[in-house]
Nanobody
Framework: QVQLVESGGGLVQPGGSLRLSCVVS????????MSWVRQAPGKGLEWVAD????????PYADSVKGRFTISRDNAKNTLFLQMNSLKPEDTAVYFC????????WGQGTQVTVSS
């Protein structure tokens, strides 16, 4: 069955960096676009970034543009989110999701940005 497993979250100081990973199984990863979506405490879901199946199209939310980089390794069935210059407002649970319609989601990984 389809599985998406995020990792790499944690506590980081403002200005720091984290790299999230999402390992997938149960489908042909290289055939699908993927997304990162986050949910801050007490707030709704916020789209962060997409990547097409080839990895050459990567739109970002304005709130993370220039600081976050989405990438993928199709040989390793893994999606990444490199997060630099982190701000307290980036604190959220980060989810990876499969496909343009985001029909499958991982369980999420907590990112906390605090001094």
């Amino acid at each position: 069955q389809v599985q998406l497993v995020e990792s790499g979250g944690g506590l980081v100081q403002p200005g720091g960096s984290l790299r999230l990973s999402c390992v997938v199984s149960g489908f042909t990863f290289s055939s699908y676009a993927m997304s990162w979506v986050r949910q801050a405490p007490g707030k709704g879901l916020e789209w962060v970034a997409d990547i097409n199946n080839g990895g050459n199209k990567t739109p970002y939310a304005d709130s993370v543009k220039g600081r976050f980089t989405i990438s993928r390794d199709n040989a390793k069935n893994t999606l990444f989110l490199q997060m630099n210059s982190l701000k307290p407002e980036d604190t959220a649970v980060y989810f990876c999701a499969k496909g343009g319609s985001r029909e499958y989601w991982g369980q999420g990984t907590q990112v906390t940005v605090s001094s």
